[in-house]
């Protein structure tokens, strides 16, 4: 009798331990994560609108219908990337995801202080290597290290009310993101 | 031949506790450092590098793109504040006030984040679509059929979900309290169609 207590004590604990490296694991072996759903649809390094959500078809979960969409599927395997984003009427945002998904860096139109959002993404090896002095030129420059060569840059501009809706694209449609070189 | 059983034994169940643990933690939305307010809840840290595994698990299983921290926080409701899940054929208010924020929205899914069709084409309010009270609060009703006011439709479906996005707003990592942030009430009116 102790013995099979023993043994279950035994599955119990190794339950645990294939409960915890499946959790860590899972994010590696996703097929459906954001990323790999805007892969067909985003050219890479490329500022692309993406469709709103309707009751038949969404491109992710979740999407908040009252915002337009662009996305910028990146790749700094080239060097470092520049984005900028005019500030649409109501409220815009960029969000920098890794490949992962994970919010890295947000930032909405009223942080960024100015008419247009303008973002510097770079690997941290490739930050490491740009001379002091432009950084020091960059001072007013925003720089964003992306943890992996890959992700995505998310631009929303909310339109407050449907009708509005155009306008916020209108203003999504002037979001650029291209090599810094 | 004991041996060999009490080992497939262990194994088996190892598999069975491990496996289904995960599923049930994906699934029930398990994480860490969520922020209950009345009957909605919310992760703000999953809007940030520092995002639990748990959380991250759930990203890589379902695709969302979560709303980051410098962005807003999105607040998730699914049961009313007596406990009950939201059932899409009966009336339920949504009403009150929220935190400070420069705007938010209010988004019905069903449970698996897709918008419901309805007749009228909306699926949620902005903050300046709300009619408001003389206080500012607000009065919402989800219901299938046409009530005046703010009135968001369910297209009847048997279940649904409510997400609260507030953008530009102080609520995150470091609000612990209703105090801090006030959300709006969800209350059921028993009336079902």
Redesign the interface.
């Known amino acids: 009798m102790t013995r099979w207590l023993l043994w279950t004590l035994a599955g119990l604990l190794l339950g645990g331990i294939v409960h915890l490296s499946t959790i860590l694991v899972l994010p590696r072996t996703a097929t459906q994560d954001a990323y790999a759903r805007l892969e067909p649809l985003t050219p890479v390094n490329t500022m692309t609108p993406i469709p709103g959500p309707t009751p038949a078809k969404a491109v992710l979960p979740f999407m908040d219908p009252a915002f337009a969409v662009a996305v910028c599927r990146y790749d700094l395997a080239n060097g470092p990337m520049k984005l900028t984003a005019p500030v649409s009427q109501a409220y815009t945002s960029v969000t920098f995801y890794n490949r992962r998904g994970i919010a890295y860096y947000g930032i909405n139109d009223r942080a960024a202080g100015r008419r247009t959002i303008e973002l510097d993404l770079m690997t941290t090896p490739q930050h490491d290597a740009m001379p002091e002095e432009a950084d020091v030129t960059a001072a007013d420059r925003l720089i964003i290290e992306s943890p992996t060569t890959t992700g995505l840059i998310v631009v929303r501009a909310l339109s407050p009310e449907p009708a509005l809706m155009p306008m916020a694209q209108a203003a999504l449609a002037g979001a650029r993101c291209r090599s810094a070189q | 031949m004991r041996l060999l059983l009490?080992t497939l034994?262990?194994?088996?169940?190892?598999?069975?506790?491990?496996?289904g643990?995960?599923w049930f933690?994906?699934t029930h939305d398990a994480g860490f450092g969520a922020l209950r307010i009345g009957s909605w809840t919310a992760r703000p840290r999953a809007?940030?590098?520092g995002?639990d595994?748990?959380a991250?698990?759930g990203?890589?299983?379902?695709?969302?793109?979560?709303?980051?921290?410098?962005?807003?926080v999105a607040f998730v409701a699914r049961r009313d504040d007596q406990g009950r899940l939201f059932d899409g054929r009966c009336d339920t208010i949504v009403s009150g006030t929220t935190p400070a924020a420069?705007?938010f929205?209010l988004?019905l899914?069903d449970p698996?984040?897709?918008?419901?069709?309805n007749s009228l084409n909306r699926?949620?309010f902005?903050?300046?679509?709300l009619v408001r009270n003389q206080d500012g609060s607000f009065e919402i009703t989800i219901a299938p059929r046409a009530r005046p006011g703010n009135w968001l439709p369910t297209g009847g479906v048997e279940r649904y979900i409510l997400?609260l996005?507030f953008?530009?707003t102080s609520v995150g990592v470091a609000t612990r309290a209703e105090r801090e942030a006030p959300m709006p009430a969800i209350k059921s009116m028993g009336a079902c169609s």
């Not at chain 2, 034994?9 to 496996?19: D, M, N, R, S, V």
């Not at chain 2, 990203?59 to 807003?72: I, K, Q």
């Open positions: 009490a034994y262990t194994f088996i169940l190892a598999a069975a506790i491990g496996l643990s995960t933690a994906l809007g940030t590098g995002i595994p748990y991250r698990a990203l890589a299983r379902s695709g969302v793109l979560p709303v980051a921290l410098g962005d807003g420069r705007y929205t988004t899914y698996d984040g897709r918008l419901v069709a699926q949620g902005t903050s300046e679509e997400v996005r953008y530009d």
